[in-house]
């Protein structure tokens, strides 16, 4: 029972990993590629589709960004955890 539930739980600190990198990456595409350097004088209809896109990209890449933080924090709890148990025996 011990062995499966630290499997479990460094699977969902991965699984947090990948998720937030994934989505740092889309964000950073929205960014990037979408939103790319605004127009000199942009007619009012294109000014809106940057501040969209600009946005969209903002928002993802702090959710990826936070969710790494959360998975890494996650992974280091567990660590401690294992390692602090494994001197009290």
Same mark, same amino acid.
């Given at each position: 029972?011990?062995?499966?539930?630290?499997?479990?739980?460094?699977?969902?600190?991965?699984?947090?990993?990948?998720?937030?990198?994934?989505?740092?990456?889309?964000?950073?595409?929205?960014?990037?590629?979408?939103?790319?350097?605004?127009?000199?004088?942009?007619?009012?209809?294109?000014?809106?589709?940057? @501040? #969209?896109?600009? $946005? =969209?990209?903002?928002? /993802?890449?702090?959710?990826? !960004?936070? @969710? #790494?933080?959360? $998975? =890494?924090?996650?992974? /280091?709890?567990?660590?401690? !955890?294992?390692?602090?148990?494994?001197? =009290?025996?």
């Amino acid at each position: 029972m011990e062995g499966k539930m630290k499997k479990m739980f460094c699977t969902l600190s991965n699984t947090a990993l990948l998720a937030g990198c994934l989505i740092f990456m889309i964000g950073a595409y929205y960014e990037v590629i979408k939103a790319g350097i605004p127009y000199q004088d942009p007619p009012l209809e294109l000014q809106i589709q940057y @501040a #969209v896109n600009l $946005g =969209i990209g903002d928002e /993802l890449c702090r959710i990826g !960004f936070f @969710a #790494v933080l959360y $998975g =890494i924090a996650f992974r /280091l709890a567990l660590w401690l !955890f294992a390692k602090i148990r494994r001197q =009290i025996r």
